[in-house]
């Protein structure tokens, strides 16, 4: 398993920006990534994947268009860049990580690291 962080969770006003940003504690050249969301008491839902060469990213379609996943392999990171935040984006995102495989989907399941969590809240 691989020790995730996330940062840059806040609060912004509906259509604003955020940039949110996971930091592994090991070379990710080897991990398929993803991001999920959790409102309370519901489950936790796929927001977007990118493989470990990052040539193959895939969004829900509630944020496509909006989000941007990209990654960095020099620094062990991946970011989340969020546009025209709407109230219901208001969640606490997450990172995960998939080792030793080249993609990961939208099942929670099949990832084996997750970090503990941003709070993200798009105020109306």
């Known amino acids: 398993q691989v020790q995730l962080v996330e940062s840059g969770g806040g609060l912004v006003q509906a259509g604003g920006s955020l940039r949110l940003s996971c930091a592994s504690s090991?070379?990710?050249?080897?991990?398929?990534m993803g991001w999920f969301r959790q409102a309370p008491g519901k489950e936790r839902e796929f927001v977007g994947s990118?493989?470990?060469?990052?040539?193959?990213?895939n969004y829900a379609d509630s944020v496509k268009g909006r989000f941007t996943i990209s990654r960095d392999h020099a620094k062990n990171t991946m970011a989340l860049q969020m546009e025209s935040l709407k109230p219901e984006d208001t969640v606490v995102y997450y990172c995960?990580?998939?080792?030793?495989?080249?993609?990961?989907?939208?099942?929670?399941?099949?990832?084996?690291?997750w970090g503990q969590g941003t709070q993200v809240t798009v105020s109306s």
């Open positions: 090991k070379r990710t050249g080897s991990y398929a």
């Open positions: 990118i493989s470990w060469r990052g040539d193959s990213i």
């Open positions: 995960a990580a998939r080792a030793y495989a080249d993609y990961a989907g939208p099942d929670a399941a099949d990832y084996d690291s």
